[in-house]
């Protein structure tokens, strides 16, 4: 019987020898390549968190020269952000508070770098559509109607249509191009759900135009109304 089990032992051997002999190599490579990246993981997560507690604390120094008013400290410390941190979103957010602070104080085309600069790299359709909208307020100040409506042609999200329909339309007035920033009024007034209070504003600048949006909303909804109703100018 002692025999027996010794034979099948000896068997079972030969047998786990054959197969780590023709699989060995395989199964080791896939043990590598699974601890490999589970290590690999582990450091991308860990310099993903190291990655954002400095960006969070280079933030604040942007954060602090903002308040402080010192532009010397806030270019050293938003170039510093964009150089080491440009993926984070810290970053945008700190480009978009610098560019605040540079038009306050009268820093043009500090802000308008700073907004440019969002607008490019961002990988953020929200804060690229804040940049670009902002971008385009400063350019209009500047007189530089025609490259601030050229921020505001492209494609914006839902949330930012809008706004940006809104803008374009100011631009538009300031050109005296009338009849096309009642266009934009138009969309903008529609895009903005009926609670809003901006929708409130765009209707003020419908009106001042002869346009009431509401008059024509309800035109629109009753059945076989001439398309050319679908948005009444007042008399």
Known sequence: ????????????????????????NLISWILIAVLGSYAAWNGYQYWQRSQAAQSSAMFEEVERAAQAGDLA???????DMKDKFSSTTYAQQAALLAAKTYDEKGKSDEAK???SWVVEKSSD???QAIAKLR?????????????AARQLAGSFTKEFAPLAADRLGDILML??????????????YQG????ADYRRLV????NALGVDPKAAAKTAAVPGAPASAAMEVKK
């Open 73 to 79: 400290k806030l270019d050293r410390a938003l170039a």
């Open 192 to 195: 903005f759900d009926e609670r």
């Open 135 to 147: 971008l385009a307020g400063v350019l209009a100040q500047a007189k530089s109607y025609d490259e």
């Open 113 to 115: 770098g700073a907004l």
């Open 175 to 188: 050109q005296g191009k009338k009849a096309e920033a009642r266009v934009e009024f138009e969309k903008a």
């Open 203 to 206: 209707e003020v600048k419908l």
């Open 1 to 24: 019987m002692s025999q027996h089990l010794d034979l099948e032992e000896q068997e079972q051997l030969e047998e786990l020898k054959h197969f780590w002999k023709q699989y060995g």
């Open 125 to 127: 359709a929200g804060y």
